[in-house]
Nanobody
Framework: QVQLVESGGGLVQAGGSLRLSCAAS????????MGWFRQAPGKERDFVAA????????LYADSVKGRFTISRDNAKNTVYLQMNTLKPEDTAVYYC?????????????????WGQGTQVTVSS
């Protein structure tokens, strides 16, 4: 029920950083739990991170914990994913998603709206 547009992907060397942004349409952005997912070629869609409506709670996949940080600015209708110490295995298309439910979730089937994705490639 909300349109999402990701940006910030690109090519980076291992150990580098990228910041992804996801801009949402509408005035009810604060009503959505927001999440980031990624999908590598030949792989299933994997959970990366999620953040509650107020930003007070976050959830991370074990593979990115300590390296990635999800945040949101409800005044700007934007959610971010700061990615540090990138590894080649982080290479994937990254998608942001919105969930109308109250609780944050790691299951992609829970999310209602999806962005078009942005490519992140980490070279070694």
């Amino acid at each position: 029920q909300v349109q999402l547009v990701e940006s910030g992907g690109g090519l980076v060397q291992a150990g580098g950083s990228l910041r992804l942004s996801c801009a949402a349409s509408g005035r009810t952005f604060n009503n959505y739990v927001m999440g980031w997912f990624r999908q590598a070629p030949g792989k299933e869609r994997d959970f990366v991170a999620a953040i509650s409506r107020s930003g007070g709670s976050t959830l991370y996949a074990d593979s990115v914990k300590g390296r990635f940080t999800i945040s949101r600015d409800n005044a700007k209708n934007t959610v971010y994913l700061q990615m540090n110490t990138l590894k080649p295995e982080d290479t994937a298309v990254y998608y942001c998603a919105a969930d109308e439910s109250r609780m944050i979730a790691s299951n992609w089937r829970r999310y209602d709206s999806w962005g078009q994705g942005t490519q992140v490639t980490v070279s070694s």
